[in-house]
């Protein structure tokens, strides 16, 4: 069974703090890794990672994918209370001709605090 | 352009009954997927439609189903609603199977 972790599950910093959130994975035919945020409802799309991608940035905000370690890191830099979100880390897996979805870890709730 | 909509946006059923909640996927997108996200939890696969036909299910009892439609909306059903079907079900698009899925904000399942 494909199996995501995330770490920390909660974390409080103060504003212009930076921020590493963890994700490692166990999948069957890996396909790619995504982040999420996700403030009330809808999860918004961050990052997509694959075996030729393994480095995102946008902003203050990047991500890294270690193929060896089956892991990946979000960073944020000089945090704004507007990056207080649950962020969510997901993999695809490809599964001979079927689709499994997304599967998601628990998140990171990240509380920034003034 | 409109992202992914979702109606109802809340929903208050009691156990037994049968709910339908609808999705419209963003213009041009083809396929749909189907979430629930439980307090707590990340979201946890349903099912995933590409061109009107299922291309994947999660592990959901067969109470649980859905279909796509010809302009690409889909419908989500639960039949004999339990306690534990309480949840967020999300929603999302993308230009095919396979492709980065964009979610719509979902709809709030209660049962009592």
């Known amino acids: 069974e494909d199996k995501v972790v995330q770490s920390p599950l909660s974390l409080v910093v103060h504003e212009g703090d930076t921020v590493t959130l963890n994700c490692s994975y166990e999948?069957?035919?890996?396909?790619?890794l995504l982040w999420y945020k996700q403030e009330k409802k809808a999860p918004t799309f961050l990052f997509m990672l694959?075996?030729?991608?393994i480095e995102k940035k946008s902003g203050r905000l990047s991500s890294i994918l270690d193929k060896k370690e089956l892991s990946s890191i979000l960073n944020i830099t000089a945090t704004q209370t507007g990056d207080s979100a649950i962020y969510l880390c997901a993999v695809e897996a490809s599964s001979g001709g079927g689709a499994d979805g997304l599967t998601f870890g628990k998140g990171t709730h990240l509380i920034i605090q003034p | 352009d409109a992202g992914v909509t979702q109606s109802p946006t809340h929903l208050i059923k009691t156990r037994g009954q049968h709910v339908t909640l609808r999705c419209s996927p963003i213009?041009?997108?083809?396929?749909v997927s189907w979430y629930q996200q439980v307090l707590g939890q990340g979201p946890q696969f349903i099912f995933q439609y590409y061109e009107k036909e299922e291309r994947g299910r999660g592990n959901f009892p067969d109470r649980f189903s859905a279909r796509q439609f010809p302009n690409y909306s889909s419908e989500l059903n639960v039949n004999a609603l339990l306690l534990g079907d309480s949840a967020l079900y999300l929603c999302?698009?993308?230009?095919?199977?396979?492709?980065?899925?964009?979610f719509g904000a979902g709809t709030r399942l209660s049962v009592l």
């Open positions: 694959t075996s030729s991608g």
């Open positions: 999948v069957t035919n890996f396909r790619s």
């Open positions: 213009s041009g997108h083809k396929s």
């Open positions: 999302a698009s993308s230009l095919m199977a396979g492709n980065i899925q964009y």
